[in-house]
């Protein structure tokens, strides 16, 4: 719809646990039956165009979270939204993975936005906090230690919840200024692509996202300009 969805074309989620359908994993099957007919009935080529190629503007960074499902929070369809979401909504400058994603959706699929998507009352920055041991995963949540302690002067005083909030946000900040910092997106730049990234949190209790306004689509907008690597 050129001019934004009708209320009745907006995704109602089912409200179904696994528990619900007996923990039965045929019970999905018949679920996904269901779902892939009533799309097929209100859309008979949906699928058969979805087949042949995908075209997303978006590539998401988000936290694998259970509770916080990309499409949906959004409510955007299959296809829009090119997603890649790990513990804690990292972007690892020596991470395969990630940089994996991200030059696809810039250089193959010619995505336009970067989000990168945390969410308050996050385990993973929760248990950064901590001082305990998780196994693996500790490893990789020394980098929000890190960002801990860079700002530490900012905890001092706050309870616990707003002490994990506070570090969700300036997690988030800082995935994407190292998004930013990868020559993927500053030879897109330099390319004339416009790749915009931002940063936006989730708020598990009420379902609305929050902007952060650090929105950075060049490079004189970089965190610093020591992060140029790109003549």
Known sequence: ?????????LITPRLTSFSDVGENLEELFRMNKIWAETITAQHPDFFAERAKTQNPHIVWIGCSDSRVPAETIVQLGPGEIFVHRNIANQFNHTDLNS???????IEHLQVEHVIVCGHYG???????????????????????KDIYWKNKKL?????????????????????????TATSIVQRAWANGNQVKVHGWVYDLSTGLLEDLKV???NETELCDQIYKVID
């Open 122 to 144: 996050c385990g993973g920055v929760a248990a950064s906090m901590k001082n305990k041991q998780h196994g693996l995963v500790d490893n990789w949540l020394c980098n929000l």
């Open 99 to 105: 940089l994996s994603v991200l030059q696809y959706a």
């Open 155 to 179: 905890f001092n005083e706050l309870s616990e919840e707003e002490r994990i909030n506070l570090l969700v946000r300036l997690n988030v900040k800082q995935q994407v200024y190292n998004v």
């Open 215 to 217: 929105d950075i689509e």
């Open 1 to 9: 719809c050129k001019n934004g969805p009708h209320d009745h074309d």
